[in-house]
Nanobody
Framework: HVQLVESGGGSVQAGGSLRLSCAGS????????MGWFRQAPGKEREGVAT???????NYAESVKGRFTITMNNAQNTVWLQMNSLKSEDTAMYYC??????????????WGQGTQVTVS
């Protein structure tokens, strides 16, 4: 039974930082690609960052240089360090996994999300 549980969201002022965590169970991290996505009110869900089993990362242009995705296979945890936050980063953030991802597609399991609000 696959489960993804996000934590670490909250409210922060512009310019601040947050670190999101995603704890997974029911699958092996090192055999999956993990990703962070977000959805703001009235907008479509968009990809934020992904990391594959070899450590290769991919970022949306809007977060490059500010966000960092990392993964610990032994702990089955993936993090998203978010620095220099902007009001436009306000959204519900979701963790997702994919056995095989191509860009932002192929993710088959999703967490419930954690809210990030930047004011």
């Amino acid at each position: 039974h696959v489960q993804l549980v996000e934590s670490g969201g909250g409210s922060v002022q512009a310019g601040g930082s947050l670190r999101l965590s995603c704890a997974g169970s029911g699958f092996t991290y090192r055999r999956n690609c993990m990703g962070w996505f977000r959805q703001a009110p009235g907008k479509e869900r968009e990809g934020v960052a992904t990391i594959d089993s070899t450590g290769n990362t991919n970022y949306a242009e809007s977060v490059k240089g500010r966000f960092t995705i990392t993964m610990n296979n032994a702990q089955n945890t993936v993090w998203l360090q978010m620095n220099s936050l902007k009001s436009e980063d306000t959204a519900m953030y979701y963790c997702a996994k994919a056995i095989s991802a191509a860009g932002w597609t192929g993710f088959d399991y999703w967490g419930q999300g954690t809210q990030v609000t930047v004011s």
